[in-house]
């Protein structure tokens, strides 16, 4: 087992900058890549940003390249999402899942899953 909690969330305004955490727990050994999803009102959960935990090689979805950047800590077996010039349509439950095999971009691959946080970007 996997625990996955997010947290970092909030409401900002257009341009402005959130940092968001996945604290895992348990049998994270297990798992070696992390995810970051998000899910917009009437909107399918779509893939955000991933890291890799060995090589700390990263992914991002084309809509947050450049904004975003995901980084882990090994030592505190936490994942960050720094989110930089937020924009009305990143607002969004933002969840963070553990990788069980396959391919980083698609949610079925990933087996924990945290409980989500919300990120409104309102002006």
């Known amino acids: 087992q996997v625990q996955l909690v997010e947290s970092g969330g909030g409401l900002v305004h257009p341009g402005d900058s959130l940092r968001l955490s996945c604290a895992a727990s348990g049998r994270t050994f297990s798992r070696h890549a992390t995810g970051w999803f998000r899910q917009a009102p009437g909107k399918e959960r779509e893939f955000v940003a991933a890291i890799f935990w060995s090589v700390s090689i990263t992914y991002y979805a084309d809509s947050v390249k450049g904004r975003f950047t995901v980084s882990r800590d090994n030592a505190k077996n936490t994942v960050y999402l720094q989110m930089n010039s937020l924009k009305s349509e990143d607002t969004a439950v933002y969840y963070c899942?553990?990788?069980?095999?396959?391919?980083?971009?698609?949610?079925?691959?990933?087996?924990?899953w945290g409980q989500g946080t919300q990120v409104t970007v309102s002006s």
């Open positions: 899942a553990a990788l069980r095999s396959g391919t980083y971009y698609e949610k079925s691959n990933y087996d924990y």
